[in-house]
């Protein structure tokens, strides 16, 4: 894996996963879009990883998943 896949990582990905359970389930579809987008920006630039590579709905279902299961 790249290093800016692992900065990226790091950094954004960590910072949405973190959220997401608490403030998910209130997110409109707006900045659902936003963040998708944004998302699909930075797959297409390469900074991605697999993780990163999902849309926010599903990062959510994971997220859920793990923290009530």
Do not use: C, H
């Amino acid at each position: 894996m790249r290093q800016i896949g692992l900065v990226f990582q790091a950094i954004v990905v960590s910072q949405i996963l973190y959220a997401l359970p608490s403030w998910g389930s209130f997110m409109l579809k707006e900045l659902t879009g936003r963040i998708n987008a944004f998302l699909e920006r930075s797959n297409r630039y390469g900074f991605v990883t697999v993780i990163a590579a999902d849309d926010v709905e599903s990062l959510l279902a994971t997220a859920s998943k793990d923290l009530f299961y």
